[in-house]
């Protein structure tokens, strides 16, 4: 998936969004060259500094009157995503439901998570009282995606918001319109701009990479993420990196596979297959496999994409030949399509399908597809699962349909997050992290380490009483360092001691 991936324009002043439905014109906004970017992030840097005097409880106060106004307009913010992503409106209101909710928990949350605590300062330091807190790195830049445009930025913008930051916002060039509503809607609230926008191509996000900022948090393709690191690495700027995925689901032979066949189904092809840690490759055990697939075949009949249907179109144009390649390289390795097929993409639109018999080395097993296909693989048990599950670059999510060995399964999978009996779960619980390892990505949002991904630990000693032995001195003496020696052989010299 990619958020700075498009062609450059040829005008340098404007650029429109697009419908991919129809290809009509959804809104106008301007490219923001790179002085305005730099503009952006040092009036970020000043509303950073009121921001953070507001502390915990009147940013919760102030996000709250946020969360409200977009609680309250949430039509008319799914009828501009649906009109920018294509997908149905019903998936456009579940996903800013999920965004609002993490708003909530992220302000909510803040201050427990983050605020200053005391902690233990050890045996050889108690006359020390030690203590962490947890303070706003300044202004963070986040690069958000097409896909998800409301949901995915959120989980780095409230967060780091919540934590005290003010925000720099580079929408996707294919949802523009949606960054700026929820920019105007934030100052609206609030009545500064510590949330900005700035809206462009490919080099508009380069140019908040190179602006100054503390932090960026990137959502995109792994080839794009590179490409932000290589940026930000020219003034040490930290990222955090949220990227492709080619996430698993297992099916165990006691599981329910009706259920599992609606998941592997809806993580295939929910938001048109267009989710970073939705489900391209299935493996199912030998014993449960032809049950399993005439359960997913069956329901993948019954399920259209088109204009009014339950499957939208795919956003982003190129993606197109992504699909067609992945389902012919599947198809010339000898796999075969139970269901779709090349005829299943059309020109906007690619029908639901589902492919066997497809080699593991392939693209389409290897490669993120990002469209409404899914494979389906026997495997002989669950070891075998495991090892073709972990056997790609990519390590973002996963899922596991199993009655009784759900939990075993799971910690054996090499990915960021986990689904047991459900699907994509793990994202709309605000208290879970959310991330990748490997070609996936780095880094953390949601939950308590979104939170603090945001943020710089600082530590605190303060002395309570003068120590029985003066160490830290040039006035330390023999007879304190024998001292010391014998006190820590008391303490720890046991360890490893001959028992007999």
């Known amino acids: ?21 129809t290809g009509e014109v959804v809104g106008t906004h301007p490219i923001t060259g790179e002085q305005e970017v730099r503009d952006a992030v040092e009036r970020a840097r000043r509303e950073a500094t009121w921001w953070e005097s507001l502390g915990f409880t009147g940013r919760k106060k102030q996000l709250a009157l946020w969360r409200g106004v977009i609680a309250r307009r949430m039509p008319e913010l799914a009828d501009l995503t649906t009109a920018e992503t294509g997908k149905p409106t019903g998936d456009a209101l579940l996903e800013i439901s999920l965004g609002v909710d993490h708003l909530h928990w992220a302000a909510a949350h803040a201050g427990k998570v983050l605020g200053r605590r005391s902690v233990s300062p050890g045996l050889l330091m108690v006359n020390q009282a030690a203590s962490v807190g947890y303070r706003p790195l300044g202004v963070i830049g986040v690069i958000g995606p097409w896909n998800y445009p409301v949901f995915t930025p959120l989980g780095s913008i409230a967060y780091a918001l919540a934590a005290g930051n003010a925000v720099v916002f580079k929408p996707s060039e294919y949802t523009p319109g949606v960054g700026r509503w929820l920019a105007d809607t934030f100052l609206e609230a609030v009545g500064r701009p510590v949330l900005q926008v700035v809206t462009g191509y490919g080099e508009t996000g380069s140019a908040l990479c190179r602006a100054g900022v503390d932090k960026v948090a990137f959502t995109g393709s792994t080839a794009t993420g590179k490409r932000v690191m290589a940026a930000c690495a020219e003034t ?6 949220e990227a492709g995925g080619k996430d698993a689901l297992l099916v165990d032979s006691d ?3 009706t259920e599992a066949a609606e998941a592997a189904l809806w993580g295939a092809c929910g938001n048109a297959g267009q989710t970073c840690a939705g489900v391209e490759r299935v493996y199912v055990h030998e014993r449960v496999y032809d049950a399993f697939l005439t359960e997913i075949v069956d329901q993948a009949r019954q399920l259209r994409s088109g204009p009014g249907e339950q499957v939208g179109p795919i956003t982003m144009p190129k993606q197109m030949d992504v699909i067609r390649r992945h389902i012919d390289d599947a198809l010339a390795g000898g796999g075969r399509a139970l269901v779709g097929g090349p005829d299943a993409v059309g020109e906007r639109y690619v029908q639901p399908t589902v492919l066997v018999d497809v080699p593991e080395d392939s693209s389409t097993q290897q490669e993120e597809t990002f469209g409404p296909t899914v494979t389906v693989a026997k495997v002989r048990d669950m070891d075998e699962a495991v090892r073709l599950a972990n056997g790609t670059r990519y390590a973002l999510g996963s899922t596991v349909f199993s009655a009784k060995r759900g939990m075993e399964i799971a910690e054996r999978l090499r990915a960021g997050m986990t689904a047991i009996n459900s699907v994509i779960s793990f994202a709309g619980i605000p208290t879970l992290p959310f991330g990748g390892v490997g070609d996936s990505g780095f880094g953390r949002i949601h939950g308590a380490d979104g939170l603090r991904e945001f943020t710089y630990p600082h530590a605190i000693a303060r002395q309570r009483f003068k120590p029985a032995m003066a160490l830290t ?11 010391l020696m014998k006190v820590v052989g008391a303490l720890y010299g046991r360890a490893g001691k001959d028992k007999s």
């Open 255 to 257: 599981a329910d596979l």
């Open 1 to 21: 998936m990619t958020s700075t991936d498009a062609a450059a324009p040829t005008s340098n002043a404007s650029f429109d969004s697009l419908d991919p439905a």
């Open 473 to 483: 001195t040039f006035a330390r003496t023999e007879k304190s360092e024998q001292q």
């Open 236 to 241: 040490l700027t930290p990222v955090v990196i």
